[in-house]
């Protein structure tokens, strides 16, 4: 049995009406729509529309029985993908990235008393320690600098990692070469490269746009067994050389030893692909937004709703602050990108009730900050929001009120079905460093984000479209 199976059973008993009689006034075979029932065989799509036509499914319930429709065809990779990003963004929400009140941290004792005369070490609980320390002295130097390929599958070693940024007035420079599992099949989500993806996303949010992550491909079952110490982690004065389930180290710090990894990092690098492009820029910003936007569609998750189909000329040119030295250029990149929004024949936004909330009463959004975009006046306010529940009603517009904590408040995520995702930091964000974007190309993690995305509307973590509706309506 299913999921299917059982909520299209409870539908047609909530209808009071007969198998039979459903049979014959849908005209699907009886015998297919009792073996359906039981698990026997899966109903063609069309029957299934039909049967939602028939039984006049509102909105969420129609989108649930062809959400638990679809799952009858799904891996058990593309569900589990999902419980990986829907966790990163519950980790994410919880992260405090105040911390960076900390002040630097001073080494006690050196990297040369740690090993004495030791080159080898054993078990995690010794290594631990000595990475600790390999990067608290690096973070003494005047420009400090971190080359590794261990994968961040390891949580301790990405924890450390963030920790590094945690450190007040800290750029630490970090370059590193993850490998991601390849696949047979082109755009396959991979949880094992989500899972890499998990920890980058943090780092990368940390870092002030210091730290660099590339990426090649390999495969998982059959690499770096021959190696016992297939990874390093490389500093200005040590090559700390790890093996494949880190649990074993090998410290190298003779000088030639040194420039042998400096040059072999090197030549990896020029084998790899940029895994994150950042810009602070906010008309690149805008740009990464529309590269992220299909030519169909728009899909985004936010503290904040999107009306980005309702601006018109008019509008940007009302709103957006003239006084800026590239008001003409911001011009034109808003007119092309919110007049791509409006023709977009799927429109997904989904935000929490404490962003439109904040929303409703400053009239300001969190990703266009007051310095760009004067805030709305209440009436504009009122206006929009009418227009968007109209659209909700309608079917034009795809949302729903993601709960308390389900997303972070000072990230916006947009993704594509044709390429790019990208990831906004906003006003909320505490590391006030400058607007910034993460653009990530990788096809795989493309295709999981836009799958987790669709599949919000019928998941526990959103409201339903009528819930959505009567939260908003008592704001107006």
Known sequence: MSAFNDYLRHLIKKRNISIS??????????????????GDRVLPYDSVKTLSSFLQLTLSEKKKLLHYYNELFESEDVRESRKIISNMFLELAQMDFSRTAFKNPQVEGSLQEYIKNKTIFIGKSNIKPLIKIVFLEEMQHDN???????????????????????????NMD???????????????????????????????????RNYHPYYYYENTSTAQYINPFPYYILTHDCVLCLSRDCNHAMILTATDQLVFYNKHFGELLK?????????????????????????????????????????????????????LPFYDELIKTAYRRFQKLCEAQNFYTF????????????????DFPADLVKPF??????????????????????????????????????????????????????????????????????????????????????????????????YI
């Open 271 to 323: 084998e790899c692909s940029n895994l994150i492009h950042y810009t602070s820029d906010p008309l690149k910003i805008l740009d990464t937004y529309d590269n992220c936007t299909d030519k169909n569609g728009f899909y985004m998750a936010m503290h904040q709703p999107c009306f980005g189909c309702f601006y018109t000329k008019d509008i940007i040119n009302h709103f957006v602050r003239k006084e």
């Open 21 to 38: 009689e459903l049979a014959r006034m849908t005209q699907i075979e009886r015998t297919a729509l009792q073996k359906s029932l039981t």
């Open 377 to 474: 006046p209440i009436e504009m306010r009122k206006t929009l929001i009418q227009k968007f529940i109209h659209s909700i009603k309608t079917g034009k517009i795809t949302t729903g009120l993601m709960k308390a904590d389900a997303f972070p408040d000072y990230l916006s995520l947009t993704t594509s079905n044709e390429s790019d995702i990208g990831i906004f930091t906003t006003a909320q964000f505490p590391i006030q460093n400058g607007f910034s974007s993460i653009e990530i190309k990788e096809p795989g993690l493309c295709k999981a984000f836009h799958d987790w995305l669709l599949h919000l509307p019928d998941s526990n973590e959103v409201l339903s479209p009528e819930t959505t509706i009567e939260i908003l309506k008592n």
């Open 174 to 208: 970090i370059s590193q070469i993850i490998m991601f599992d390849t696949s047979n099949v082109v755009n396959k989500i991979n949880c094992h490269n989500l899972k890499n993806f998990k920890q980058v996303l943090s780092i990368s949010l940390a870092s002030k």
């Open 144 to 170: 400090p600098q971190i080359k590794l390929t261990v994968p961040l599958t390891e949580e301790f070693l990405g924890d450390e990692l963030l920790y590094v940024y945690l450190y007040k007035n800290l």
């Open 351 to 366: 935000f929490t009730e404490e962003g439109f909330k904040h929303f409703y009463e400053t009239g300001q959004f969190d």
